[in-house]
T-cell receptor, first 112, second 117 residues
Framework: AQSVTQLGSHVSVSEGALVLLRCNYS??????LFWYVQYPNQGLQLLLK??????LVKGINGFEAEFKKSETSFHLTKPSAHMSDAAEYFC??????????FGKGTRLSVIA | GAVVSQHPSWVICKSGTSVKIECRSL??????MFWYRQFPKQSLMLMAT?????????EQGVEKDKFLINHASLTLSTLTVTSAHPEDSSFYIC?????????????FGPGTRLTVL
């Protein structure tokens, strides 16, 4: 069965600094990988996804992630953090039509 | 793009009453929908898989008699929380599988916040 590990339940960065949120996955078949953002009292918003093809995936709001099969990783990055990036971020994995399996989430704080 | 709606967006009810939450795929047909539950400051946990025209498949530990799921059409799945109690208070999110390019993607609804008094 697939699983996701997000390292660090809370990450704090300064405004303008690099954002790096870590995600490692376990899957018995080539996975589909996703990053979602959730703002307080709101639903999930898809940031980006990897299905096939190019391993570097660009998403919304300047975020990108790279699928590294050898490292079973799909870390999320953004070159320069904005205050509006403060939110909860979830990495998720799916195998075909199976339901998404989510990591425990990482809360990103951005310090002015 | 594929849009999934949920109704209501929030509900407050008294202990012992039942609450129905609707999940609709607005611009596509979804033979499969999923129901998730999210407690405060926690991740999403899959509750059940809802398949159109057949019984839902529940995850281990989820009471099927308490959380009734009906997927009566290709665009609607409902979750009914029966005899709700305060511990059922949570954020309930549905998703529907739709075609996105050449693979099937899950599209999420905005969630329903249930508070049981």
């Amino acid at each position: 069965a697939q699983s996701v590990t997000q390292l660090g339940s809370h990450v704090s960065v300064s405004e303008g600094a690099l954002v790096l949120l870590r995600c490692n996955y376990s899957s018995s078949v080539p996975p589909y990988l996703f990053w979602y953002v959730q703002y307080p009292n709101q639903g999930l918003q898809l940031l980006l996804k990897y299905t096939t093809g190019a391993t570097l995936v660009k998403g919304i709001n300047g975020f990108e992630a790279e699928f590294k099969k050898s490292e079973t990783s799909f870390h999320l990055t953004k070159p320069s953090a904005h205050m509006s990036d403060a939110a909860e971020y979830f990495c998720a994995v799916a195998e075909g039509n199976t339901p998404l399996v989510f990591g425990k989430g990482t809360r990103l704080s951005v310090i002015a | 793009g594929a849009v999934v709606s949920q109704h209501p967006s929030w509900v407050i009810c008294k202990s012992g009453t039942s609450v129905k939450i609707e999940c609709r795929s607005l611009d596509f047909q979804a033979t499969t929908m999923f129901w998730y539950r999210q407690f405060p400051k926690q991740s999403l946990m899959l509750m059940a898989t809802s398949n159109e025209g057949s019984k839902a498949t529940y995850e281990q530990g989820v009471e099927k008699d308490k959380f009734l799921i009906n997927h009566a059409s290709l665009t609607l799945s409902t979750l009914t929380v029966t005899s709700a109690h305060p511990e059922d208070s949570s954020f309930y999110i549905c998703s529907a599988i739709g075609l996105a390019g050449n693979y099937n993607e899950q599209f999420f609804g905005p969630g329903t916040r249930l508070t049981v008094l």
